[in-house]
Structures are given as structure tokens and as C-alpha cells.
């Protein structure tokens, strides 16, 4: 088998060789067949091989490439540009590139953006404009692929001023993907205003470029424009539409987001992206529409959609969020990948809907066979105990988790902490609780505390923090509503009447309510 590998090493075409290996067992193999045959040192089978290991699309092995690159006898420029582009996503091309010098090779066009993309990993931008001033000196400021990849690299650390000026230096040889890349720089670094005169001057445009100013128009939260240029769009593809569903979604204007994702999928007119699918469930999530949720589940499993991670994640919270617990279990049961964020994801949905026991349950498996769990996995415990009043486990997981894993306590860690103890009518020491607290307690806190003083009868307390709280926020109505409903349940209208005088008399507007029915 490996002398067959080794026959298709040596095809006329890379492409075809960089298929000869279908597995990277097949890759140490034919490394070792190599090196009991004496082909080792055979510069064209060597130079294969570490293409092979380096760039394979089903059998690459980073390490063992850097293995043969180190143990090969003067590499050739070739094979310094295959380790260089295999390494892209380190500072190691680097380290390479200097080697590259040091054996006395030229860096050519296809050395340059790979290095160039590396040097984005680096903190600052120093070593882009040292491999720039090496572009210049080897005479590569003129490839177009090179500039493009310049344009981006100082994008990425938002010195607009040095992306435009490479990009004005190289005008007479930029093309579509010049202009993209400097309109996504100036939108992604919110400068929309300047990325639409860049597009508005751009000579030709193609569907990425509309992408861009759309998704940066979506991203200042100037929806209108971002629809207005995806109505005028010539031609649109799924990015195009996710773009607008995912800006809609992001701004909270879920019915918008999806009556475009159904314009889009109706009679099959595109199918979506993950990122598509992604807002339009988030949207459902948003919007507590279990049945739209449904619908689009079952568009997924219909169009045979696959779903990853991040898709399975975003529709078991959608389930959770519903309150349909049970598809958003059989959603988790059957993800064959999960992240913190899929088991925070249904933990949440467990507390939330009333199953503190179930989600301490989950959390205990998670310690065994999960990630480690985060800040947002307590929150997501601590709200289930609240609500299903496990006291007790309440206070051993505040512990555990600055105890056992390191977690700093944040402001909604305390809040949930004030709640549960609240509920079980332990006002004195949620009290307590608020008072250690190493940060300056929310409003919010102290309105937990006020509503736990008049579920439980404790008017003294209550009428104590109340004014405290009206005190903090003398303009926020809820906060005078609190008071009135302690002295109310107390029967001391004269106080009732005292607190709604001083809320009119400081002209407090008061909030309107709202409700979502589904019908």
C-alpha cells in the first residue's frame, strides 16, 4: 500500500498528489516507507510528502510536516513556502520566514500573504510593517495579492490611514476584492459613512461588496439603509439575506428578521446559511413563538440542514425559552458535539422552567463528562434554585464556585443569590448578603429585597429600603409602586397616599406595559 501512496506522490499535478492520502496513518507509512526504501533524501518525493502532511485535506498533520521540514537537507524555497502556509495561523511562519532568509532564499508572491496573515495573531501591528518594508524591498508591493492582503492586515488593527494608503499607492492595479476589503475595514471599525463613499466610488461591484456595506450598515444599527441597498441589490446570494435576517435578529426586530427569512426560504428561492438559520431561531427564541420555532426545526430536518454546535445550541435555548422543555432535551440528547454554551443552554432551560432539581442533576453530569463550567453556568443554576427554592443547594454552589473553580462572583451571581434567599423569606440575611458585597450594589438588587420584605410582611424593612431605593432612582416608577404595595398590604393608606403625592409631585412617567399572546 505504501509503495502505491508513493507512486501517487509523484503524479504531474499537486492537486491530484495531495490526494494520494486519505488518512494520516497513510501519511506515517509512507514516511517510513520512505525512509526504508532510501527515498528520504530524494528532494521531489520529500518535498511531496511534506506538501502531503502539511496541506492534505483529509490526511495534514501540522506536527509531523514540521518534523520533515526539520529534518530535510537545504529545503528549497518551495518547501519553505509550504511550511510557511501551512503555519498561517501562528506566529511559527515567521520563525520559518527568518530560516527562509538565513539559508539564503528569496521570499516570493506566494510567500508574503500568508506571512502577512499570520502577523494578524501578533498584539500589535510592528510586525505587519516589518513585512511590509519586506514587500517593498523584494519588489512585491505590486502583486495585487499581497496588496489585498496589506489592506487587510492594517484593517484588522484599524490604522485606516496606512489601509488607504497602500490601497491609493496600488490603484491602477487593485480589483473587486481590493475595494471589499477596505470597505470592511472602515465598517467593521464603524466608519459606515466613509465605507459607503468608498463603495459608492468602486468601478465594478459584486455581491461580497453589497455584502460588506450591508452587514455594516446592520452593525451601526442603521437598519433602514442596510435594507434599502439589499432591496436595490442586483443579485443577492444567502449571505446577502443572512445579513439582513441576522441585523434584524440582533436589533430586536424579530417579527422583520423573520418575515424575511420566509420570503427567502418560500418556493425555495435560497436556502439558508447557518448564519441565516442561526438569527431566525434566535428571533423565534426572542419572540417566546414556540410554533415558528417548531416550523423551522422541522425545515432543518426536511432540507436535511446540518446541525452543528452552534445551530443545535441556539435551538435548544429557543425550546427552553418557549417553555418546551422536552424538544429542547431531545435536542441536546441528540447533538453529537456540545460546548459550554449547549449545556449552560439547557441548564437554563431546566431552571427557567421550574426543574431546579433536573438542572443540578445535568450539572452534576457536566463535572464528569462537559467542559468545565463558567460564570454564566452558575447564573443559570442559581435562577433554577431560586425558583424551585433549593436553598440549601443554592448557598453549596455560590461556594463551589469561587471555591472549586475560581469564579469571581459578578453582580447577577449576587442578584440571584438575593432573590433565592428573598423567596425563602430569609430578608435579614440576603440582607447581610447584599451589605458584604465587595461592589456596589444595583438598584435591582435592592428592589429584590423590597419585593421580598412585602411577600414575607416585613413592613419595617420594607419601608427602609424602599425609600433607599426611591432615594437611588427618584425618576423610576416601579420603585414608588414597591413602596405603595408594602404600605397597601399593611392597610397604612395615609402612607399610600404620601408616596404617590411625592411620585406626582416629581412628575415620574410611568411605563406602559406590554404582552406577547400566541395564538
Known sequence: MAARIIEQLHHPSLSQALTALTATSHLHQAH????????????????????????????????????????????????????????????????????????????????????????????????????????????????????????????????????????DESYSLVDVVSWTTLITGFSNSGQIDEARKIFDLMPLKNTVSWNAMISGYAGCSRINEARKLFDEMPDRDAAS?????????????????????????????????????????????????????????????????????????????????????????????????????SWNSMIAGLALNGCGKEALALFWKMQFVGPSPNAITFIALLTGCSHSGLITEGRWLFSMMTQVYGIKPQLKHYGCMVDLLGRAGLVKEALDFVEKMPMKPHPELWGALVGACRIHGQVELGEELGKRLIDLEP???????????????AQRWDDVAMVRDLEKGRKVLKNPGNSIVET
Open 32 to 167: 517510513a516507507h520512505l525512509i526504508v526504501s532510501g527515498l528520504a533524501s530524494h528532494p521531489f518525493t520529500v518535498t511531496r510528502l511534506l506538501a502531503c502532511a502539511a496541506l492534505s485535506p483529509s490526511a495534514s498533520d501540522l506536527p509531523h510536516a514540521k518534523t520533515i521540514f526539520l529534518h530535510t537537507h537545504n529545503p528549497s524555497p518551495f518547501m519553505f513556502n509550504t511550511i510557511i502556509m501551512a503555519s498561517s495561523r501562528t506566529l511559527d511562519s515567521v520563525t520559518f520566514y527568518v530560516c527562509m532568509l538565513h539559508a539564503g532564499h528569496f521570499p516570493d508572491n506566494f510567500t508574503f500573504p500568508f506571512l502577512i496573515k499570520s502577523s494578524s495573531a501578533s498584539p500589535t501591528s510592528l510586525l505587519g510593517h516589518q513585512l511590509h518594508a519586506h514587500v517593498v524591498k523584494f519588489g512585491l508591493d505590486r502583486d495585487v495579492f499581497v496588496v489585498n492582503n496589506m489592506i487587510a492586515l492594517y484593517s484588522s488593527f484599524r490604522e485606516l490611514r496606512s489601509a488607504r494608503k497602500v490601497f
Open 241 to 341: 439575506w443572512s445579513a439582513m435576517v441576522s441585523g434584524y435578529s440582533q436589533l430586536g426586530m424579530c417579527n422583520e428578521a423573520l418575515e424575511l427569512f420566509m420570503e427567502m426560504v418560500i418556493g425555495d428561492k435560497m436556502i439558508p446559511n447557518e448564519a441565516a438559520l442561526v438569527s431566525a431561531v434566535s428571533a423565534c427564541a426572542q419572540l417566546r413563538a414556540l410554533e415558528e420555532g417548531r416550523w423551522l426545526h422541522s425545515y432543518i430536518k426536511e432540507k436535511k440542514l446540518r446541525i452543528n454546535v452552534t445551530l443545535g445550541t441556539v435551538l435548544l435555548d429557543m425550546y427552553g425559552k418557549c417553555g418546551s422543555i422536552l424538544d429542547a432535551a431531545g435536542v441536546f440528547n441528540l447533538m453529537s458535539e456540545r460546548n459550554v454554551n
Open 475 to 489: 425618576h423610576h416608577g416601579g420603585r414608588y409602586a414597591l413602596l405603595c404595595n408594602i404600605f397597601a398590604a
